[in-house]
T-cell receptor, first 111, second 112 residues
């Protein structure tokens, strides 16, 4: 299946950590992605993880992948006001070749 | 210059009118996509193309058509616009190997 599920809204104080979660149904996806959409803009690739990895760290971003539970998370350390955006997780299900997106999670950073 | 360029950025049109949204890319990617974004519904795929001679329907293709004029150009048409096609439309390309996608800035379409 191609269902990618995300919760919808997260409010976080500047300087705190924020965690966004995503579940997916196709365990054979090779890559899983996080995209960021700032207000009035298109989506930008934030980071991605190869399916044979459990964790990937990129500066303030940490991606965790639990293949057993089909769970993907994105942790943003020291959240800044510029992190206010909608975050989408995405996968390419095996044999599909098309990105399947979650519904997005809006993160609002409170100064 | 942006890698993926959409024109127009904003458009208001009347019910029943034909409208075309254009997309061009400089990434050199074979794969191109049109998505529609509505609040609370995320991104829904309208059409996609894996090369110039390849056109495929997505989840919500009814009421839309596309044309892949060249590797770099992929246009979306609404033959007879209706109000529930009011939405934010995105064009995207993707790298065949890694699947990384690159999006245009979006076209905000309002059908009145």
């Amino acid at each position: 299946g191609e269902d990618v599920e995300q919760s919808l809204f997260l409010s976080v104080r500047e300087g705190d950590s924020s965690v966004i979660n995503c579940t997916y149904t196709d365990s054979s996806s090779t890559y899983l992605y996080w995209y960021k959409q700032e207000p009035g803009a298109g989506l930008q690739l934030l980071t991605y993880i190869f399916s044979n990895m459990d964790m990937k760290q990129d500066q303030r971003l940490t991606v965790l992948l639990n293949k057993k539970d089909k769970h993907l998370s994105l942790r943003i350390a020291d959240t800044q006001t510029g992190d206010s955006a909608i975050y989408f997780c995405a996968e390419i299900p095996y044999g599909n070749n098309r990105l399947a997106f979650g519904k997005g999670n809006q993160v609002v950073v409170i100064p | 210059d942006a890698d993926v360029t959409q024109t127009p950025r904003n458009r208001i049109t009347k019910t029943g009118k034909r409208i075309m949204l254009e997309c061009s890319q400089t990434k050199g990617h074979d794969r191109m996509y049109w998505y529609r974004q509505d609040p609370g519904l995320g991104l829904r795929l309208i059409y996609y193309s894996f090369d110039v001679k390849d056109i495929n329907k997505g989840e919500i293709s009814d009421g839309y058509s596309v044309s892949r004029q060249a590797q770099a150009k992929f246009s979306l048409s609404l033959e007879s616009a209706i109000p529930n096609q009011t939405a934010l439309y995105f064009c995207a390309t993707s790298d065949t190997g890694t699947g990384k996608a690159f999006f245009g800035q979006g076209t905000r379409l309002t059908v009145v």
